[in-house]
């Protein structure tokens, strides 16, 4: 399975960007859909995830400004991100979880500039 990460960029404090992430296989077959990140010298930490069941889970920091959706018909994850804070800067990176394989993206770069 192949992830590839879009959307990322340099945006000011309260702005706004979209990520979008293009899986290689059908969205169907996924336990979970996710976007995770990484800041420079921090460990990667969950910013949301969409479980088999439909259930969303947020990060506490994001929970408010950020929304993750799906478009089975597009094998496409989004993750709409709003209130952009400079703390919010790193390096996003899409996952998708299918029976016991983890798969990663690249990642998209996003720089929030106070």
């Known amino acids: 399975v192949q992830l590839v990460e879009f959307g990322g960029g340099l945006v000011q404090a309260g702005g706004f960007l979209r990520l979008a992430c293009e899986a290689s296989?059908?969205?169907?077959?996924?336990?979970?859909l996710g976007w995770y990140r990484q800041a420079p010298g921090k460990q990667r930490e969950l910013v949301a995830v969409?479980?088999?069941?439909?259930?969303?889970t947020y990060e506490d920091s994001v929970k408010g400004r950020f929304t993750l959706s799906r478009d089975n018909a597009k094998n496409t994850v989004y993750l709409q991100m709003n209130s952009l804070k400079p703390e919010d800067t790193a390096r996003y990176h899409c996952?998708?979880?299918?029976?016991?394989?983890?798969?990663w993206g690249q990642g998209t770069q996003v720089t929030v500039s106070s």
């Open positions: 996952n998708m979880r299918i029976a016991s394989y983890n798969y």
């Open positions: 296989r059908s969205l169907f077959f996924s336990r979970s």
């Open positions: 969409i479980g088999a069941g439909g259930v969303t």
